[in-house]
Nanobody
Framework: QVQLVESGGGSVQAGGSLRLSCTAS?????MAWFRQAPGKEREGVAT???????IVADSVEGRFTASKDNAANTLYLEMNDLKPEDTGMYYC???????????????WGQGTQVTVSS
């Protein structure tokens, strides 16, 4: 397992922007962002591999951009045009597969809260 440290959450009004960062303690093939709202299941948001392959969830396509700095083992999530339904705890994850399903990821960050008010 690798250690993951997230940063960048906060509170914004609808239409605003936030940028999340996640730094891993070692190189790992796939890094991803998940989010979880109270009472809901954890949802995959975006994943990026060391080869640059990306998957972005339909719910955020066109508003969120995921990128990865392989040299720094850091994953970013640029979130624009935020909506109240984007509110939740955002988790960084790392693992050997490129997927938006949580099960294959064996390393998780502590989470960072994103709150979007209307």
């Amino acid at each position: 397992q690798v250690q993951l440290v997230e940063s960048g959450g906060g509170s914004v009004q609808a239409g605003g922007s936030l940028r999340l960062s996640c730094t891993a303690s070692a190189e790992i093939y796939s890094m991803a962002w998940f989010r979880q709202a109270p009472g809901k299941e954890r949802e995959g948001v975006a994943t990026v591999t060391t080869t640059g392959y990306k998957i972005v969830a339909d719910s955020v396509e066109g508003r969120f951009t995921a990128s990865k700095d392989n040299a720094a083992n850091t994953l970013y999530l640029e979130m624009n045009d935020l909506k109240p339904e984007d509110t939740g705890m955002y988790y960084c994850a790392a693992g050997p597969l490129r997927t938006l399903k949580p099960a294959p990821y064996n390393s998780w960050g502590q989470g960072t809260q994103v709150t979007v008010s209307s």
